[in-house]
């Protein structure tokens, strides 16, 4: 297993375009997690997935952006209209996450990065 | 309103020496903590973490201390090495039911070890 893998690894889009990032997990893992990380910040919450059930969704998610993991395995976040805004890093992680465990240690990919022009 | 707070942003050591690592909090239902680095061009990689119901955890050189009454925690990196250059993230988990958890994440300190 080669860790969390997210593709492509850099997008350059113009303003009004729609983007996809993919997502594949280490395989064992139950948990996947969207992250947005803009310059001097730390990572922002998206959303959450256990197995294929999208189990929450941060504000910042607009109706622009939709993920899907539709067979518990690998996931996708796609951005329609993308505006300038959205530009930054897009991190995905997994865990294994147990009933009732507390916060699980993430293994991160090394991140989507958008530039929206 | 920033929960978790990183209020240096970088940070500048010895190799050698002890580097010190500072997050504070303001949520009194964070239960759980983790220290996260970060190098340019990768994701947060997992370093150390600790549940509130203790006050230290150390793992080789790295040691984290937790101090719940004044809601700070601490990294400390003894002895620092240059290879520990990188972003440090501190984050926080919040208590609740379910295993529906969510991280709280820090702004990051930029620790350099100079030779």
């Known amino acids: 297993d080669t860790g969390v893998s997210q593709n492509p690894r850099h997008k350059i889009t113009k303003r009004g375009q729609n983007v996809t990032f993919r997502c594949d997990p280490i395989?064992?893992?139950?948990?996947l997690y969207w992250y947005r990380q803009t310059l001097g910040q730390g990572p922002e919450f998206l959303t959450y997935f256990q197995n294929e059930a999208q189990l929450e969704k941060s504000r910042l998610l607009s109706d622009r952006f939709s993920a899907e993991r539709p067979k518990g395995s690998f996931s996708t976040l796609e951005i329609q209209r993308t505006e300038q805004g959205d530009s930054a890093m897009y991190l995905c992680a997994s865990s294994l996450g147990l009933a009732d465990s507390g916060a699980n240690v993430l293994t991160f990919g090394a991140g989507s990065r958008l530039t929206v022009l | 309103d920033q929960q978790v707070k990183q209020n240096s942003p970088s940070l500048s050591v010895q190799e050698g020496r002890i580097s010190i690592l500072n997050c504070d909090y303001t949520?009194?239902?964070?239960?759980?903590f983790l220290w996260y680095k970060k190098y340019p061009a990768e994701g947060p990689t997992f370093l150390i973490s600790i549940s509130s119901i203790k006050d230290k955890n150390e793992d080789g050189r790295f040691t984290v201390f937790l101090n719940k009454s004044a809601k700070h925690l601490s990294l400390h990196i003894v002895p620092s090495q240059p290879g520990d250059s990188a972003v440090y993230f501190c984050a926080a988990s919040p208590g609740g039911a379910g295993n529906n958890r969510k991280l709280i994440w820090g702004l990051g300190t930029s620790l350099a070890v100079n030779p």
């Open positions: 949520n009194s239902m964070f239960d759980y």
């Open positions: 395989s064992e893992h139950n948990r």
